[in-house]
C-alpha cells in the first residue's frame, strides 16, 4: 500500500503550480506535484497495481483514489482552502518497500527470549536491521531453549523467521567468545535478563559502554528501577494494572506486545539519541523497558475512565456495545452524534434517541432491534447506513 506523507508545511501557492521559493524543493517532490501529466501516470501505475495513492489538488480538498472501490474518490479537508497541498519533504512509502529500508545497515544482536525481545525484533527486522539473536544451547533433543519454541512453535517461527539464530553457553569462555565476537559489530543489544544475571555475565551497563562505546543497550525487565529483580510474567503486570477482572484470562498477552513496541521505540530513540550533534554524538545509550509500564500505558483508558462500567466505551453508552443477534454477536461501536443517530433510526427509536443514548430506554430499544436481526442483514446495514459495527459468531 502507497501513499504521500507530508513532512513539511501548507504554503500559498500560483494557480498553476509551486511559489518560486518553492520551485527549489526536491525534484521527486516537484515531479508529482508539480506535472500534472506525470502525477496521472504515477497514479495510473498506482491503480494497475492495487496501490492506494493520494492526489494532492489545488482548492480546498484533498482527493483520495481507492482502487479496492472501483470509480470511486473520497475528499478529505485539506488544512488551508486557499492554498496547494505541497511539502519540502514529500516521499512516496511503501510496507513493502520503505519500512524494510528504514533501518538498512543497523545491527542488532538480541539475547532476549518468550514473546517481548523477539516481538520486538521482528519489527525491527522488518524495518530493514540486521537481526541475530544468541540463544543458549538447546536441551538435547530439541532445537532451542526459548520457552516460545517449546510451548507453541509456530509462534516461534513466526517471529524469528529470515533471522540468523546462534547458540551458546554464556557461562562458558567459549560461549563469551561468541557473545563478544557479535558484540564488536552490533548497533544495538537487546536483552531480558534480570540486572543481576546481567551483571553476572558481564553484560552490565557500565562493563559494556566500557568496552564498545558505540552500543545501544536496550533492557527489558519486568518492572523498573529496584522492582526489575521481582519475578513477574504479563499476568501479574496486567493485573497489577487493573486490567484482569474475575476469573476470566485477559484476551491477549496486552503487557508483553506492548512491551515489545516499547522496545522498538526505545531503539529508534537510541539510534537517533547516538547520532544527535553534540558531546555525546556517537556515543551508545541505555535504555530500560519494564513490562509493567507498558501494561499501565495500554489501561490509561480504564484508569482514566473510559472503560469502565460507567464510562461512555465501557457499556454506558447504547451505541457502544456487544449484544446479541439472532445468529451472533454484533459489536456497535456507534459512539458519535451522527453514526448514534443512524443506529437509533434503523432501530425505529427515531433520530432524536441519538439524544438519549445513555438511558435505559435506549439500551432497551436498539437491543431489541439488533436481535431481531441476522449477521448478514446486520453487514448490510452497516454498508448501507454507513454504521461502525462488526459482526460475530457466538
Same mark, same amino acid.
Given at each position: 500500500?502507497? %501513499?504521500?506523507?507530508?513532512?513539511?508545511?501548507?504554503?500559498?501557492?500560483?494557480?498553476?503550480?509551486?511559489?518560486?521559493?518553492?520551485?527549489? %524543493?526536491?525534484?521527486?517532490?516537484?515531479?508529482?506535484?508539480?506535472?500534472?501529466?506525470?502525477?496521472?501516470?504515477?497514479?495510473?501505475?498506482?491503480?494497475?497495481?492495487?496501490?492506494?495513492?493520494?492526489?494532492?489538488?489545488?482548492?480546498?480538498?484533498? /482527493?483520495?483514489?481507492?482502487?479496492?472501490?472501483?470509480?470511486?474518490?473520497?475528499?478529505?479537508?485539506?488544512? /488551508?482552502?486557499?492554498?496547494?497541498?505541497?511539502?519540502?519533504?514529500?516521499?512516496?512509502?511503501?510496507?513493502?518497500?520503505?519500512?524494510?529500508?528504514?533501518?538498512?545497515?543497523?545491527?542488532?544482536?538480541?539475547?532476549?527470549?518468550?514473546?517481548?525481545?523477539?516481538?520486538?525484533?521482528?519489527?525491527?527486522?522488518?524495518? !530493514?536491521?540486521? %537481526?541475530?539473536?544468541?540463544?543458549?544451547?538447546?536441551?538435547?533433543?530439541?532445537?532451542?531453549?526459548?520457552?516460545?519454541?517449546?510451548?507453541?512453535?509456530?509462534?516461534?517461527?513466526?517471529?524469528?523467521?529470515?533471522?540468523?539464530?546462534?547458540?551458546?553457553?554464556?557461562?562458558?569462555?567459549?560461549?563469551?567468545?561468541?557473545?563478544?565476537?557479535?558484540?564488536?559489530?552490533?548497533?544495538?543489544?537487546?536483552?531480558?535478563? /534480570?540486572?543481576?544475571?546481567?551483571?553476572?555475565?558481564?553484560?552490565?551497563?557500565?562493563?559494556?559502554?566500557?568496552?564498545?562505546?558505540?552500543?545501544?543497550?536496550?533492557?527489558?525487565?519486568?518492572?523498573?528501577?529496584? /522492582?526489575?529483580?521481582?519475578?513477574?510474567?504479563?499476568?501479574?503486570?496486567?493485573? =497489577?494494572?487493573?486490567?484482569?477482572?474475575?476469573?476470566?484470562?485477559?484476551?491477549?498477552?496486552?503487557?508483553?506486545?506492548?512491551?515489545?513496541?516499547?522496545?522498538?521505540?526505545?531503539?529508534?530513540?537510541?539510534?537517533?539519541?547516538?547520532?544527535?550533534? !553534540?558531546?555525546?554524538?556517537?556515543?551508545?545509550?541505555?535504555?530500560?523497558?519494564?513490562?509493567?509500564?507498558?501494561?499501565?500505558?495500554?489501561?490509561?483508558?480504564?484508569?482514566?475512565?473510559?472503560?469502565?462500567?460507567?464510562?461512555?466505551?465501557?457499556?454506558?453508552?447504547?451505541?457502544?456495545?456487544?449484544?446479541? %443477534?439472532?445468529?451472533?454477536?454484533?459489536?456497535?461501536?456507534?459512539?458519535?452524534?451522527?453514526?448514534?443517530?443512524?443506529?437509533?433510526?434503523?432501530?425505529?427509536?427515531?433520530?432524536?434517541?441519538?439524544?438519549?443514548?445513555?438511558?435505559?430506554?435506549?439500551?432497551?430499544?436498539?437491543?431489541?432491534?439488533?436481535?431481531?436481526?441476522?449477521?448478514?442483514?446486520?453487514?448490510?446495514?452497516?454498508?448501507?447506513? =454507513?454504521?461502525?459495527?462488526?459482526?460475530?459468531?457466538?
Amino acid at each position: 500500500m502507497w %501513499c504521500c506523507t507530508l513532512t513539511g508545511c501548507l504554503t500559498k501557492a500560483a494557480q498553476n503550480g509551486l511559489s518560486d521559493r518553492n520551485r527549489t %524543493c526536491d525534484p521527486q517532490l516537484r515531479r508529482l506535484l508539480l506535472y500534472p501529466t506525470e502525477l496521472r501516470t504515477e497514479i495510473k501505475k498506482g491503480l494497475e497495481n492495487e496501490a492506494f495513492f493520494i492526489f494532492y489538488g489545488r482548492g480546498d480538498r484533498i /482527493r483520495t483514489y481507492d482502487p479496492l472501490v472501483p470509480n470511486q474518490m473520497r475528499y478529505q479537508a485539506a488544512l /488551508r482552502p486557499e492554498a496547494v497541498i505541497v511539502t519540502h519533504n514529500a516521499m512516496m512509502i511503501s510496507s513493502t518497500t520503505t519500512q524494510s529500508k528504514a533501518l538498512k545497515g543497523v545491527r542488532v544482536l538480541t539475547l532476549a527470549l518468550n514473546l517481548p525481545g523477539p516481538a520486538a525484533v521482528m519489527r525491527l527486522q522488518a524495518m !530493514g536491521a540486521k %537481526c541475530t539473536k544468541l540463544e543458549p544451547l538447546a536441551p538435547a533433543g530439541m532445537s532451542t531453549a526459548d520457552p516460545m519454541g517449546i510451548y507453541k512453535p509456530a509462534a516461534y517461527e513466526a517471529m524469528h523467521k529470515g533471522m540468523k539464530v546462534v547458540q551458546a553457553d554464556l557461562k562458558s569462555d567459549r560461549g563469551q567468545a561468541a557473545l563478544h565476537k557479535q558484540l564488536a559489530q552490533t548497533d544495538v543489544l537487546i536483552t531480558s535478563f /534480570r540486572p543481576s544475571a546481567l551483571i553476572k555475565l558481564g553484560l552490565g551497563w557500565n562493563a559494556l559502554h566500557k568496552r564498545y562505546p558505540a552500543l545501544c543497550v536496550l533492557s527489558i525487565v519486568g518492572a523498573p528501577g529496584e /522492582r526489575a529483580e521481582e519475578a513477574g510474567h504479563d499476568l501479574t503486570y496486567q493485573a =497489577d494494572s487493573g486490567l484482569v477482572n474475575g476469573l476470566e484470562m485477559p484476551a491477549s498477552l496486552y503487557a508483553d506486545m506492548g512491551g515489545s513496541l516499547f522496545t522498538t521505540e526505545a531503539v529508534l530513540q537510541a539510534l537517533l539519541l547516538r547520532q544527535r550533534p !553534540g558531546r555525546a554524538q556517537g556515543k551508545g545509550v541505555f535504555h530500560e523497558v519494564a513490562l509493567s509500564d507498558a501494561s499501565a500505558y495500554l489501561a490509561l483508558p480504564r484508569t482514566w475512565g473510559l472503560t469502565v462500567p460507567s464510562g461512555d466505551v465501557g457499556g454506558a453508552h447504547a451505541g457502544y456495545k456487544v449484544y446479541p %443477534c439472532k445468529n451472533g454477536r454484533v459489536a456497535v461501536a456507534a459512539l458519535e452524534p451522527h453514526f448514534a443517530a443512524r443506529l437509533c433510526e434503523a432501530a425505529g427509536l427515531g433520530k432524536e434517541a441519538a439524544k438519549r443514548m445513555h438511558q435505559r430506554s435506549t439500551h432497551e430499544g436498539v437491543a431489541q432491534f439488533l436481535a431481531t436481526q441476522t449477521r448478514a442483514q446486520l453487514d448490510k446495514l452497516a454498508s448501507s447506513k =454507513d454504521i461502525p459495527l462488526h459482526t460475530l459468531p457466538r
